[in-house]
Nanobody
Framework: QVHLVESGGGLVQPGGSLRLSCAAS????????MSWQRQAPGKGLEWVSD????????DYADSVKGRFAISRDNAKNTVYLQMNDLKPEDTGVYYC????????????????WGQGTQVTVSS
C-alpha cells in the first residue's frame, strides 16, 4: 500500500514562499526517484521537479528553475519542495509522485501520486 501524503499548501501573495512536504510509506523510499508535479485549474498535469534516490541530483522544469528547490530526507521518508518568489502562474494542485527508477538518466515514468495539496498565489 503505497501512500504519498502532501502538505504545506495554502494561499500566498506573489513573491512569497511556501514549503511543501510529502510523507511517503509502503515502499523503500530511499531506492526511488521522487517527483513533484502540478495541475493548474483546467490544465493537464505538469512535471515540476525530480530528485534521485540519494538526493545528490536534481532536475527542474524551466518555469521553476532558480525559484524552487527539491530535497529529500531518506531517514524521514519525506520529500520537500521549497517554493520561492511565487507567481500567480504557480497556482495549482501540487502532487508528489514515485518514479519507477532510482536515477535521473531514464524516461520519466511514475506509478503513484499523492492526493495533492492546493497552492494559490494571489494578491
Amino acid at each position: 500500500q503505497v501512500h504519498l501524503v502532501e502538505s504545506g499548501g495554502g494561499l500566498v501573495q506573489p513573491g512569497g514562499s511556501l514549503r511543501l512536504s510529502c510523507a511517503a510509506s509502503g515502499f523503500t523510499f530511499s531506492s526511488y526517484v521522487m517527483s513533484w508535479q502540478r495541475q493548474a485549474p483546467g490544465k493537464g498535469l505538469e512535471w515540476v521537479s525530480d530528485i534521485d534516490d540519494s538526493g545528490a541530483t536534481t532536475d527542474y522544469a524551466d518555469s521553476v528553475k532558480g525559484r524552487f528547490a527539491i530535497s529529500r530526507d531518506n531517514a524521514k521518508n519525506t520529500v520537500y519542495l521549497q517554493m520561492n518568489d511565487l507567481k500567480p502562474e504557480d497556482t495549482g494542485v501540487y502532487y508528489c509522485a514515485k518514479s519507477l527508477h532510482s536515477g535521473l538518466g531514464y524516461d520519466r515514468e511514475y506509478d503513484y501520486w499523492g492526493q495533492g495539496t492546493q497552492v494559490t498565489v494571489s494578491s
